[in-house]
């Protein structure tokens, strides 16, 4: 597969602070990858620096085998930041138009409109007298704008409602259908599970886990066995059973964490305790995300 992006040992550095440490991966043509990890972890970072906002202090990084800041470049890139600034006095619709007639061969105005959200209203309305929702779908059609080949999202649902989520995501799969390949970073993990193909985990600057969502929830140690039973049921009889780890309820379910649920489900059934509705989790994505940025040594 084209590699359409290529991240070379590189390390970004703040006066004494290093953001980045030594970072190499490479994305090809087609992919959709989601790149988390707590606060100053160096995702933002990593972002600025493939966009061309920032320079590596070493290494290097390719975008369509070209230096970021290239023209080529940047008329194959579109890019949704968590803030946008538009001039004022323009209306959205005024906006749309100026921005595509940078590009040699933009997204039609009809497409840009269906695939965004915007409504009539929207394109309307000056920058100046935008909600914040609105802000939010002319970001993203600016992003989409230049019928970009590599488009690149900073948590871009911070702010929206649950429609305009939804909306977004039903978007991503259609480009991604397209063939266009999408980086995201994003605070939500459900859904980097739902929506990218690959995840690139970032801790203290550098990547601790790279492979599919299943791939990374597969390396926890535990998984969960929940169940439905009475209320008055005592769960004192599976304490004693050392292959469990925690036992806790939640939303009117007992949850029980190990690392064997082959063994765990034979003692649920012989202490019959009545469990009904049995679910068998192998890992979630927070779960692994908290392990995997855990200050614990060891942990994985």
């Given at each position: 597969?084209?590699?359409v ?98 590009y ?44 970009p ?12 409602d ?71 049921t005592?769960?004192?009889k ?48 927070e ?14």
């Amino acid at each position: 597969m084209n590699e359409v992006l290529t991240v070379k040992n590189v390390t970004k550095s703040f006066q004494h602070k290093t953001a980045v440490n030594n970072v190499s991966f490479s994305i090809n043509k087609g992919e959709v990858t989601a790149i988390l990890g707590p606060n100053g972890a160096g995702k933002t970072t990593t972002i600025s620096m493939i966009l061309g906002l920032l320079k590596p202090t070493t290494g290097e990084i390719r975008l369509f085998n070209r230096l970021p800041y290239e023209k080529q470049v940047r008329e194959k890139l579109g890019t949704m930041l968590q803030e946008v600034s538009v001039m004022g006095g323009l209306k959205v619709r005024e906006i749309l138009a100026l921005i595509r007639s940078y590009y040699p061969d933009p997204l039609p105005m009809e497409d840009l409109i269906r695939l965004t959200g915007l409504t009539e209203q929207d394109l309307k309305t000056r920058a100046e007298k935008l909600s914040g929702g609105q802000k939010r779908r002319l970001s993203f059609a600016l992003a989409l704008a230049g019928n970009p080949e590599l488009i690149i999202f900073d948590e871009p649902t911070v702010g929206m409602d649950i429609t305009a989520r939804k909306k977004f995501w039903e978007t991503v799969r259609q480009l991604a259908y397209q063939g266009k390949t999408i980086i995201f970073s994003t605070h939500y993990l459900q859904e980097a599970d739902e929506a990218a193909g690959r995840i690139l985990l970032f801790k203290d600057g550098a990547i601790v886990a790279d492979g599919t969502p299943e791939q990374i929830k597969a390396s926890i140690n535990k998984s969960s066995i929940s169940f439905i039973t009475d209320p008055e049921t005592s769960l004192e009889k599976l304490y004693q059973y050392n292959e469990i780890d925690r036992i806790y309820r939640k939303n009117n379910r007992v949850y029980a964490e190990t690392a064997n649920t082959d063994r765990v489900l034979e003692f649920i059934f012989q202490e019959k305790i009545g469990a009904r509705d049995i679910q068998i989790e192998r890992g979630r994505l927070e779960e692994a995300f908290e392990q995997l940025t855990s200050e614990t040594k060891g942990a994985i």
